[in-house]
């Protein structure tokens, strides 16, 4: 009787970074998604607390969103592309200096708990374009420079 060679097979080179890519992806989009929940169901009720008016927190919450859904069919690529995953990270920037200017200016009329609520989402934020530039350079897709 023969029993079977059993082999190790090793993973592709760089398939650690392309799952930290891909599982930050997921994980910003299923974020990003309930946030985006949040701020549309919940926006006459966060508009006193947080002294964010539901005339920014409905058009935030649909574009949340959309955001999300982008981040989703990103992550379902077999390959993630590179100009992709880039092009979310520096969306990811800009949304978190979007959110501390809007916490730390007079554009929106924030309570305390309103500037809170904004630092910690670009906290957030900054975190998943932190994991995803990890990812991105760790996966052995160079960044596009043109």
Excluded at 24 to 50: K, N, Q, Y
């Amino acid at each position: 009787m023969t029993v079977p060679a059993m082999t190790a097979q090793r993973p592709a080179a760089g398939s650690a970074a392309s799952d930290l890519l891909r599982t930050s992806l997921r994980i910003d989009a299923w974020s990003t998604a309930v946030f985006g929940v949040v701020m549309l169901v919940g926006s006459e009720w966060l508009s006193g607390p947080l002294g964010l008016p539901t005339s920014w927190s409905v058009p935030f919450g649909v574009a949340m969103l959309g955001g999300a859904a982008a981040l989703a069919l990103i992550a379902g690529y077999p390959r993630i592309p590179s100009r992709l995953a880039a092009i979310v990270v520096v969306g990811n920037t800009l949304s978190c200096a979007a959110m501390l200017v809007l916490a730390f200016t007079s554009v929106i009329p924030l309570t305390g708990l309103g500037t809170a609520f904004m630092v910690v989402g670009a906290l957030v934020v900054a975190v998943f374009a932190e994991l995803e530039l990890i990812g991105l350079r760790r996966s052995g897709n160079a960044v596009p420079t043109s």
